[in-house]
């Protein structure tokens, strides 16, 4: 087979119509290897002729999609120089825009012998391992995308719904079962149809870029279910495709994100930049470890043969080599012009900002963000911390960016399960946390506002277990998180107590009431709607069973939440008092009085609350005034945006209390719109200094409708400024 010279670029396999051409990058290489592999596993072996600027290239004609590939890179193999080639390993193209297959741990992916660990050059293993590797597939670029368009929901319009390709639909009675637990399933209309009811408008997904099965997992029967362990940045993870591995999955795939654009839905990737699945120096050689470890790897200064983890996963990225920095950017490239998503979600984003030690907001990585003309239009969601030091960077990331708000995660929890001294704090976090973000000019959509995520308990373990119960995943309940800020209402785990189920009813509702009314960005958990549980497994990454699913059979408490959590969602769709894009002229410290009259704060017996209010360790009740007519920002035609005044009575304490209602200068007509402790509200009409009994750990919302002619609340002489 005749290899013509190629062009360095693009890097990959690209395919033209005619041909495809071949281009990896390695600038520790003396000879690198095209293998292709055949339907049997046969090996052509091809040295690829050309070479510049250490990308190694050629160009093979009438190849066609569908041809699995790998690379066998010759160069030094010296451990303690940073450098581990070895040509007996078959390597993963880090370009492969597909990948067939999924290595199974033999001991030829190692370069080491399994009794003997050593980094000796002398003792490397040159077992083959083409048997039990993955390989890179040619893929086919060409779909017809139609009339698809990015949906481009503002910020604070959206309200995210984090979800697992697989668990969302393996069990969905009404999925075709051929095509449960795969791209095409979350495509079906059902599942859409799901989405649209709830009234999200967009999915994050948990990683879909090709991972890794732990071989660890594996032989302890278990798999890797999150999937937070990624070995392809451009190729779709083929263990959810439902239709085949040789690029198969990419059609797949851009079909799913067609079908959900087409129900206004957007598509967010959760992606994982920050490490390999080849681990640390015990690792398999699957890819970037082979092809040129220095330059994709960070290694310990002094000692090359071993990685600088701050990820906790064995390696971190080497994040100021400008071909680690290229493949990233490349890759969130592909995914948004070829893939047609609409952003992505960093997991562990410090490690990104770690140039060299410390996390620094102005390394090469953002600077390159924030100058793509592509990338920097999308949305941009980090999860604001690693495992390094100085690694928790909750509201330190650049004004381009939104964060996974950990902050309001632990504060919302505290003050449902009880905590003395959360009242202001918990102000702060439900008007969008402006102590963390106003300092760089960032708005109340910088925060992704979440009780609950993959990461721990779900919404029902949450108020059902005060300790994680992990013993499945066989580590001896030692993994996962131990302070979970979680309350079980008095029993550990299921109950038969009336009482206690109906606490944790309540419970559930008065999260879901906080997260959505809160100003910022709200993200569900998938099934938290419908009160999912994973029996106290706070750790669920290796549980790929019934466990994490999603069970779509419902009792009548599940169908009544859900759609309590419709109810909610469709509220702060219809109000922009509750998705504000400034924040409140109030206090920053905790959402104290306002000048402008846009948000007012009262203890339950009326009083306007002062600073021994907010200082008072024992308060666990306010009211929240929301004032419709004093929302700075112009709609999208330049004209105010008029909306209807709300009273929010939360109740965090164990008895009932009778909120005192505002004076007629904030409203003279109020009407019930949520309870959490109620099955229905009722039509009562309060008026000024009316008392309204919120029961004990309970929300109610009430709503004063404007005059529209007036532009002031109904019957009301006055709107307090």
Request: with cysteine; aromatic share 10%.
């Amino acid at each position: 087979m005749e290899i013509w010279p190629g062009k360095s670029y693009p890097l990959g396999a690209t395919y033209d119509g005619t041909g495809v051409n071949f281009a990896v990058f390695s600038e520790v290489a003396t000879r690198v290897e095209l293998c292709l592999v055949d339907d049997d596993g046969a090996e052509t072996r091809l040295d690829l002729p050309e070479v510049d600027g250490f990308v190694w290239h050629g160009y093979l004609n009438g190849l066609q999609p569908g041809q699995r590939y790998g690379y066998r890179v010759h160069g030094p193999y010296e451990p303690a120089a940073g450098h581990r080639c070895n040509p007996s390993k078959l390597l993963l193209d880090p370009y492969a825009k597909a990948i067939d297959g999924m290595a199974d741990g033999d001991q030829s992916l190692f370069s080491y012998d399994f009794d003997d660990p050593s980094d000796e050059p002398e003792k490397a293993n040159t077992q083959d391992s083409r048997a039990h590797t993955m390989y890179s597939v040619v893929i086919n670029p060409f779909f017809d995308w139609g009339q698809d368009r990015h949906p481009r929901h503002e910020y604070h319009d959206t309200v995210i719904y984090e979800a697992h390709v697989k668990g969302l639909t393996e069990l969905h009675p009404e999925v075709p079962e051929e095509i449960r637990g795969t791209y095409a399933g979350m495509a079906h209309p059902v599942t859409i149809q799901h989405l649209k009811d709830l009234g999200v408008t967009a999915v994050e997904l948990m990683p879909v870029h090709q991972f890794v099965d732990d071989f660890t997992l594996r032989d302890k029967g278990l798999h890797n279910y999150w999937g937070y362990n990624t070995i392809g940045f451009l190729a779709p993870h083929n263990g959810y495709a439902a239709y085949g591995t040789r690029g198969e999955q990419v059609a797949e795939f851009k079909g799913m994100v067609k079908a959900l654009h087409e129900a206004d839905i957007e598509v967010i990737l959760d992606v994982v930049y920050n490490h390999t699945a080849e681990g640390n120096e015990l690792g398999p050689t699957l890819c970037f470890r082979g092809i040129d470890n220095a330059a994709y790897y960070r290694l310990v200064d002094g000692d090359a043969s071993h990685y600088y983890d701050t990820t906790g996963t064995g390696n971190s990225l080497l994040m100021r080599h400008p071909h680690v920095l290229q493949l990233i950017m490349d890759s969130l490239r592909y995914w948004v012009t070829e893939m047609h998503v609409d952003g992505f979600r960093f997991d562990l984003a410090a490690t990104l900002a770690r140039q060299f030690h410390e996390v620094d907001k102005l390394s090469a990585f953002f600077d390159l963000v924030q100058q793509d003309p592509v990338v920097s239009q999308v949305k941009l969601i980090a999860e604001p911390w690693d495992v390094g030091d100085g690694g928790y960077q909750v509201g330190n990331f650049p004004p381009l960016w939104t964060e996974w708000n950990g902050k309001y995660r632990d504060t919302v929890r505290d003050f449902w399960r009880g905590e003395p001294a959360t009242l202001g704090e918990f102000a702060s976090r439900i008007t969008g946390s402006s102590d963390l973000y106003e300092h760089n000019s960032r708005k109340p959509i910088a925060s992704i506002n979440f009780a609950t995520a993959h990461d721990g308990f779900t919404l029902r373990d949450l108020v059902s277990y005060n300790e994680k119960h992990n013993d499945a995943n066989g580590e001896g309940n030692n993994d996962g998180e131990g302070h979970n800020r979680s309350w079980n209402c008095g029993v550990e785990g299921p109950t038969d107590d009336p009482d206690i189920n109906a606490l944790r009813l309540r419970q559930q509702r008065n999260f879901l009431t906080t997260l959505l009314l809160s100003q910022g960005v709200p993200m569900l958990l998938h099934g938290d709607e419908l009160g999912r549980s994973q029996q106290g497994n706070n750790n669920g990454y290796c549980q790929d069973n019934e466990l994490t699913w999603v069970d779509w059979e419902l009792d009548e408490e599940q169908r009544d939440l859900l759609a309590f959590t419709r109810r909610l969602v469709q509220l702060r769709a219809e109000h922009p008092v509750f998705r504000r894009r400034r924040f409140f002229a109030g206090s920053a410290d905790h959402g104290g009085e306002s000048e402008v009259g846009d948000i007012a704060w009262f203890e339950p017996g009326g009083q306007h609350m002062d600073e021994a209010s907010w200082s008072n360790g024992y308060a666990q009740a306010m009211t929240v005034f929301l004032n419709g007519q004093a929302i700075p920002e112009p709609d999208v035609r330049g004209r105010p945006i008029v909306d209807d005044h709300f009273v929010i009575l939360f109740n965090g304490s164990d008895e009932q209390i009778a909120f005192t209602l505002p004076d007629a200068d904030y409203g003279d007509r109020w009407t019930t719109e949520i309870d959490t402790a109620a099955q229905e509200v009722d039509d009562t009409v309060f008026g000024p200094g009316d008392q309204v009994t919120a029961q004990a750990r309970s929300v109610v919302v009430l709503r004063c409708p404007h005059d529209v002619e007036a532009g002031a609340p109904a019957g009301a002489s006055v709107v307090r400024r």
